[in-house]
């Protein structure tokens, strides 16, 4: 029998489910879990990017040459995000000014660039004791203005996702730290340094959204990591918390993926997780909100895994956010011999840097340098040979060779109907298509094609809308117009056959009285013919 | 010190295959079965392979120069090879040379390439060929020769060349007494002559499940297809449903009338059933792409088949059959859209 699908929700993590499709692939895990968690040394300058989010853009609150501690506030985002960025150590702002700005783009973008004093000074902290007795609303209040977002790369506001979350009412909060991706280990690193971080943070998020269970989902080959989770979770005695091991298989650390995996239920196009009673969050974010509530941090500081055969010694490094790349590539040894390729976050998903003087920001959890040997030499792209390698491995199960097609040909209507907007760009797709066609690369055009289109539709249908009333307005004007024109008529005509009879009578008069006639001079219509009356143009009525 | 890196699209980890990997791993699989051929029909499929191919080449070759693409990259993607050896596969190992010629002008030139080329054309071009030269010329198209081991060979390599380029038949003999016809047209000609299944297969063209020889050469093209189906470069949906559609229809005909319907073994084990459900109605391009119009597709392939063999003028009828399916494909993929997520 099936439930309902909030109820069915509500047994999450009872027993596993399969996502369609995924890959299995190398993880390259190990290479970054060599070295201990490592502090970034300070730069010499930090640049903290004034990063549109969600639409919303960045205001900055500091102005040059203003001294600024560690901690204060520097930027706030515009209304509805709310957010706010911090300054990650104490210094003088020595510009606001154009800088790389670590966009997909590759783009210059305006950043608070900060000399560091050295002295590291936190301006004043309000932490939060009583956080477990506290009102809910406090501690949202507080994840919001310590700018806290999605750690795991898609840096989503969080107090937003935790306020639908309370909105919509929901029953579990879901940990992620199924970190999929080849090659990126900050999760994984944090849950072993930070158990008992991740499990304050669980417990700051199950309070903030009132959440009654908490999941916490990692990766079967993280090893000891359980047992680490496992202790923590004992000795802060939060006992309801579960741990569910999941199977490596990319793209599982997805939010849509994990939560099939754990409930059996794929998100409804158009709903979000909450109408299924779920919150799903990444650890790190999870323990950046503990920070958050319980010390009273801001978010200035993230756990970036600096790996790939293009480094001379990977490992995972606590970064301030803005600094630049350069320096945490010098701390891990600098590049290799052949290192070809720089990419923000990981080779699935990631997108490449136009240079190491991009700044750490929030989405940054992995720093990868791939080889020559490692990234994909030019080879030529052949048209589809329709093999449907790409369908069986799409996690979201859709046609990706058909939605090729229907992009190629300009039919975005058609591409949405097979569930473009569906796609969560993993990029599976491509690696096993034999034809070499940048299928991922279609459909991120696609959507933001499709998404143009849609707007230039919806003005288009307002245009035709106004345009049509207006036809339809002028319209009545002319009808009321030929009507009173038409009353005119009838009136005068009226009026004419009176006179003539008038006339008539007149005329039968002085016959009878056979007098000399008197003649009636002003005997004739009066009235202007109709046709040179002057229609009143008078648009408003 | 700033350092500057070419950037790239995402994904970053380079393609796990290509076309020309999936084309060599279908040869790899046909070449136990190509052995067998060779071991009961003689080293005459050897060279009807080589002529497919080599004309084959030629005529990709010209139409990619007139079409203004790419030489190397497409000829050296193998399409048109595999094209050309499951062309040559279909003939009859001593058919004059032009034949090959002319089969492969229709498949490469006209089913292929005016149809647009790799991923765009309609209908499978090796049967495309392969219908056009058995509908043109049926009385070279039906001159088999007896399944034996090679000692008992009756027209030897050298023979054979002479054979093929010369197209007369290089033994002092008429090509009847060398010739032999299929099984399934002797089943054919067998009912319609009013004989029973039982004492047309007293004949010694049958063998112990299916025709003499072809039961084995089957059984090897199955044994190369299960290996691309285990390499995932086929999917098991249209082999599935092929076959077991005939195996079904083939039974319950069978059943009801054992005396005028053969047994599903000689169905599956006597022509192109087992090359055609692994090698031929598998052909990704002229297929359907999804599972569900996949199933769809191989079912149809099997039932026009028996279909075609009962009551249709060809003895056997996989070549017509794939090509009806591709006529259908694209309207059963249009209907067979899997529900994607969340929908």
Known sequence: MRLPAREQAELAGQRLYHFHGGLQLRHYKKISCQLPLGRSKLPPRLYVPLLPHAGAQAHALVVQGQAVLKGQPIARYELPQAGLLHAPTSGTVTAIAPHPISHPSGEEGMAVIIEPDGRDLWCKLQPMEQWQEADPELLRQRIAESGIVGLGGAVFPTHIKVNQARDKGIHTLILNGAECEPYISCDEMLMREQPQRVVQGALVLQRASGARRIIIAIEDQMGEVWDFLEAAIESSGANHIQLVKVTNIYPEGGEKQLIQVL????????????????????????????????????????????TGKGVKRPANLLALLGTPISNLIEQCGGYSQDAARLLLGGPMMGYALPSDANPVIKAANCILVLTHADVASEREELPCIRCGECARVCPAVLLPQQLQWDLRHGLFDDAAKHGLNACIECGCCDLVCPSHIPLTQWFRFGKSEGRIQTEEKKTAELARQRFEARELRLASIQQNRDKRLEEKKQNLQKQFVQQEKITAVLQRVAQRSAQPVLQHSDAAPVADPPDSIQPRDDESS | MTRTFATADAPHIPATSSVASVMQQVLYALLPGIAAHCWYFGPGILLQIVLAITFALVFEAGMLRIRQQPLRTHLLDFSAVVTAVLFALCLPPLVPWWIAMLGMFFAIVIAKHLYGGLGHN?????????????????????????????????????????TIFSGQLALPV?????????????????????????????????????????????????????????????SWQVPLTMIGSVVLLGLLAYLIDSGSNPSPMQHMFSGALILGAFFIATDPVTGCTSNRGRLLFGAGVGVFTLVIRRWGGYPDGVAFAVLLMNMAAPLIDRYSVPRYYGK
């Open chain 2, 122 to 162: 309609v209908f499978n071009p090796a049967m495309v060929g392969y219908v056009v030269v058995l509908i043109c010329f049926p009385q070279v198209m039906t001159q088999w020769l007896p399944a034996t081991a090679p000692d008992s060979w009756t027209v030897g390599l050298w023979d054979s060349i002479i």
């Open chain 2, 174 to 234: 008429a090509w009847d007494a060398v010739s032999q016809a299929t099984p399934l047209d002797t089943l054919r000609t067998g009912i319609n002559a009013g004989l029973t299944v039982e004492e047309i297969h007293n004949s010694v063209i049958f063998g112990d499940f299916g025709g003499r020889g072809w039961e084995w050469i089957a059984n090897w093209y199955a044994l190369g297809g299960l290996w691309l189906l285990w390499r995932r470069i086929i």
């Open chain 1, 263 to 306: 409930t059996g239920l794929e998100v409804p196009e158009g709903l979000r997780p909450a109408d299924l009673g779920l919150l799903c969050q990444n650890v790190a974010t999870a323990a950046a909100a503990a920070e958050a509530v319980i010390d009273g941090k801001p978010l200035i500081e993230r756990i970036v895994t600096i």
